[in-house]
């Protein structure tokens, strides 16, 4: 694929780790393709980050159009870039594509472009344990029309944002409350893909929640409201007498590159993990006999997120003292030591960037 590469001439700096935050400061270019109807995608070109140009009528307005995906790259100690497993986000992107009807990209093509933008901007990578450089492709529909149909004209677009350390004062527990009124997806629907949808939706359990004193919810199924799906954004693991149990992807559920990878370690590690469904009652009565060694959350962000406390029905559950467990300390410490690169890679999960950029 030939990317037109225009450098910006105001080049910006990388602040220090301590002012990252997360998603608040972008590096000095983005990658854009447009796609056409009859044409397809074209056009292929990185340009200095700046706003995007769209008609009111624009169906992501109107209709929802959107999809995206969320990786890093991460600075190893010998100042080398490297992304986790970047082919499956790629590879998911496609399956939301697909089901948002928007068109879908060529998995080399999307893959050389996040490349192609890291390698050039890999001087915003930060250095700091624990920071990293967010990558966002995000496809959205453009038609300049209030029409409902599949998108005829599209933008797949890439921006980066280097960010600082999920857990800056420690790998601290969260509380979380089973939510027993909104419900986040149902089989059939979009709960299996990433849209903005799906994560504007969840805002107001998410909200109700942080008011009673919790840090985020976790989801029941949306039919029987009785099975356990996810919490908050992320995907779920419970240790329970032994087994590690994780509710099993049957349409409703993002199927996360983090559990994913948290499911082969633990298998390598000879650890019994299942993946089926899991009640509400099941977690229940586990937290009450103690058999509920350890519950946390997995995702890009966080990597590994201790759950501390279950909040049910006006009962608070404290699961493992209160503390990260460890299981979950294990994978955490593994899978950040792989994505820095302290430790060997034996899955073939990194993806190294040339140390030819800007």
């Known amino acids: 694929m030939e990317i037109k590469v225009t450098r910006t001439a105001a080049p910006g700096a990388l602040p220090p780790a301590d002012r990252l935050g997360f998603g608040e400061i972008f590096t000095d270019h983005m990658f854009v393709m447009d796609y056409d109807a009859g044409i397809g995608w074209h056009d292929a070109r990185i340009v200095p980050f700046a706003p995007i140009s769209l008609s009111p009528a624009a169906s992501v307005f109107h209709y929802g ?27 998911r992107l496609n399956t939301s594509c697909e089901r948002i009807g928007l068109p879908q990209l060529d998995p080399d093509e ?29 496809v959205f529909a453009v038609d300049p029309n209030l029409s409902v149909h599949g998108a005829q004209k599209a933008m797949f677009v890439i921006i980066l944002s280097p960010s600082g350390s999920y857990y800056s004062g420690g790998l601290a527990p969260v509380r979380i409350l089973l939510e027993t009124e909104d419900v986040r997806a149902v089989r059939g629907g979009t709960g299996y893909i990433k849209c903005g949808g799906n994560y504007a939706a969840s805002n107001r359990a998410g909200d109700r929640a942080m008011q009673s004193g919790y840090d985020q919810v976790l989801w029941l199924d949306g039919v029987e409201r009785r099975y356990i799906e996810e919490v908050g954004a992320m995907n779920v693991m419970f240790q329970i007498d032994g087994t590690v149990v994780t509710p099993a992807l049957l349409g409703s559920i ?48 966080a990597v590994i997120s201790p ?52």
């Open 254 to 301: 993002l199927p996360g590159i983090t559990r994913k990878s948290c499911i082969e370690l633990l298998r390598r590690w000879g650890v019994p993990v299942e993946e089926r469904l899991i009640s509400v009652d099941e977690l229940i009565d586990a937290a009450q006999s103690g058999k509920l060694e350890e519950a946390w959350g997995t995702g890009t962000a």
């Open 110 to 138: 999307a893959l050389e472009a996040i490349l192609r933008l890291v390698e050039l901007d890999q001087r915003w990578v930060p250095n700091e344990r624990g920071t990293s450089l967010y990558i966002r492709p995000f």
């Open 65 to 91: 159009a959107e999809v995206f995906e969320g990786l890093k790259a991460y600075r190893c100690a010998d100042g080398g870039v490297q992304l986790f497993r970047p082919a499956e986000n790629v590879a």
């Open 307 to 358: 759950i501390g406390v279950l909040g049910y029905r006006g009962e608070d559950y404290t699961v493992h003292g209160g503390k990260i467990g460890p299981t979950a300390q294990r994978l955490y410490d593994e899978m950040t030591a792989i994505q820095w690169g302290e430790k060997p890679d034996p899955c073939g999960w990194i993806c190294p960037i040339p140390r030819n950029g800007a």
